[in-house]
């Protein structure tokens, strides 16, 4: 996927959401879990179309088709929002912070909790860095 992922009309958000609920799943069980219910070759359009996005990816048992999240939700995300800091804010990721605790996004327990993960993952990469260097 590239780091501008591409925008997803609303039916494929929705099979989004399912494919990344589910983990693993057939466009028979989409179909049936979507609200509406659109055609077997709509779905399959759908998700041709978030393969050809990179969105996901899928695997053949029998003769059945098995889709799976290319990427974690997560990832996604942050690629997402990471093209909104660019657009918006000229790559500042503080601004972008700033601006959501002055519209009252971020309660003091989520930015507690966000320090907390920044120092982990600090943690985690300066372990990683070390590493390599231990082996040799």
Do not use: N
């Amino acid at each position: 996927m590239t780091d501008r992922a591409p925008d997803l009309g609303e039916l494929e958000r929705e099979v989004m959401q399912l494919v990344w609920s589910a983990g693993e799943t057939t466009a028979d069980e989409i179909r049936e879990r979507l609200a509406r219910k659109p055609k077997e070759s709509t779905v399959r359009t759908v998700l041709r179309r978030l393969e050809d996005k990179g969105y996901v990816a899928h695997t053949v048992v029998g003769r059945t088709y098995v889709f799976r999240a290319a990427e974690a939700r997560p990832r996604v995300a942050a690629r997402a929002v990471k093209g909104i800091v660019d657009w918006l804010c000229d790559g500042s990721v503080e601004e972008v912070l700033v601006g959501m605790v002055d519209a009252r996004m971020l309660d003091r327990w989520t930015l507690a909790r966000l320090a907390e993960r920044i120092g982990e993952a600090r943690e985690q990469h300066a372990k990683a860095e070390t590493e390599p260097a231990k082996r040799e």
